[in-house]
């Protein structure tokens, strides 16, 4: 299993930026994908981007213009770096792993989830 626990949410103004931080332990970097998904209350948890341990990423068509993935493999660590944020962009952050190492875009491919972190963008 991975542990993780994501931090940097917020209050923000539209038009502003947050960068969202996953700390993970428990496992070695190259041993699982890294994604990010979000949810607000009453709506399925919606795909962000994700991450393999070489590089690869995968984006949610709507999100890849302002959003970005990052990882840190020293630190075992994640990051979602969002600008230009909306009030859509409201929610619940979750960072996740898939210790099978696929790339997908489904809650169900992942097997391990923080907490979540509350971004919440003022119009």
């Known amino acids: 299993q991975v542990q993780l626990v994501e931090s940097g949410g917020g209050l923000v103004q539209a038009g502003g930026s947050l960068r969202l931080t996953c700390a993970a332990s428990g496992r070695p970097f190259g041993s699982y994908t890294m994604g990010w998904f979000r949810q607000v209350p009453g709506k399925e948890r919606e795909f962000v981007a994700a991450?393999?341990?070489?590089?690869?990423?995968v984006y949610a068509d709507s999100l890849k213009v302002r959003f970005s993935i990052s990882r840190d493999g020293a630190k075992n660590t994640g990051f979602l770096q969002m600008n230009s944020l909306r009030p859509e962009d409201t929610a619940v952050y979750y960072c996740a792993a898939d210790t099978r190492l696929r790339l997908g875009t489904s809650e169900y491919d992942y097997d391990c989830w923080g907490q979540g972190t509350q971004v919440t963008v003022s119009s």
């Open positions: 991450m393999t341990w070489n590089g690869n990423t």
